[in-house]
């Protein structure tokens, strides 16, 4: 049992109380006093502390460094064979747990690595945070996820999945569900340079989009999409995608449609503002893309407002793998969604409840039945959300077990909680 301040992510604000563990799952919640110290609960008694529920990351990319550098995040998988990537991930995997943040929704990986890293973690093999995996993004050829540059003579085997017309998306959705996909990605449009209005292209036809979300459906998977906005946005909506990653450029009636259709939004607000911590000529970015960097910077608050305005479901995702490093920066996701005009409260639910809905796991809010992954708190994150980024100040659980202590030094095994 632990007595702290609780944040439940159901609605209601932060109160003093108790939460009993049974197994993996939360027995009860409550006022401590109505709660009490059942017999045989061992006691985490931590006043001035906050118990949340563990933090989910929803965009990751554990085979991926988080390298400043295109060059160095592009070339390391031709360096790199897929064990040593997956045998990588699952350190990126550990970190990850150990900043708060018990679940992950990995959006790409070669050669089914991360597919076999959450089956690891499922056994209990490794440590790491609950996966949900696409497998590979699909793509077309030549696209967002599978792009030019490499000499003739190069080859990669499983590193992308390009697709072309409806009947070549619809094998490529099975060709991973077959590998073991949570989801489906796909990558329907990326950046063009013709300014305001026209800063997107869309890659995948219309009927593409329909044919993979249709096939994806089918199976009974959720279907996220790479996007960049306007008008290919409003047509990846409209063809049947569940989740939009990115989307920076909006106006009215994009959001009228997301709104409608009930799309969740992942706006990735931290691998944006990356760009711009980084040295460009380092990042290998010429300077149209850089016109086009400035634009969706500017694009992405109106865009965040105009969701929230219209409350549609804001998720939390921060691209970790992709100039972002894994665990230690998730914290800043959050503040940047405070700064677009989320409350604290609403930033931590966008990546607890709302996240957890969105990976389809029985997690995310402290209430009844729930599964136990958790996070104390040294201390009030809604006074102060990078209190999120110290692993000092976090004792994390999931599923009732402690993986780390921190912030008191308070090292109490649950395992054997009865209630």
Known sequence: MIRANIFTATGDKPFYGAVLLAGDRIAAVGAADEIGHPDGARLIDAPGRTLIPGLIDAHV??????????????NEHAELSYPAIALRAAGYARATLDHGITAVRDMHAPGGVVIDLRDAIEAGQVDGPRIKACGRGLTVTGGHMDQPGWGDQTHFEGLTQPCDGPDGF????????KRGADFIKLNTCGPAYGGPGAWCRLEMAA???????????????????????EVPLAETIRRGVDCVEHAHF??????ALMAERGTVLVP???VNERNFELDPAAQGVPP??????????????????RAKEAGIRIACGTDAGFQVAHGSMFWRELAYLVKGGLTPAEAVTAATATNADLLGIEAGRLVVGRLA???LVDGDPFADISILGDPGRLTVFKGGRQIRSGGGGHDICLDHMHG
């Open 288 to 305: 149209r893309h850089w016109r086009w960097l400035e634009a969706s910077r500017d694009a992405k608050w109106e865009t965040l407002e």
């Open 207 to 229: 009927d593409e989009i329909e044919a993979a979300c249709d096939e994806a459906h089918r199976w009974g998977l959720h279907v996220a999409s790479h996007t960049t906005g």
């Open 373 to 375: 992954d958790l996070v």
């Open 268 to 270: 990735t607000l931290l």
């Open 250 to 255: 909006t106006d009215d009636a994009v959001i």
């Open 170 to 177: 619809r094998h490529g959705v099975r060709q991973e569900v």
């Open 61 to 74: 990319h554990l085979a991926y460094s988080g390298a400043a550098t295109k060059a160095a995040f592009r």
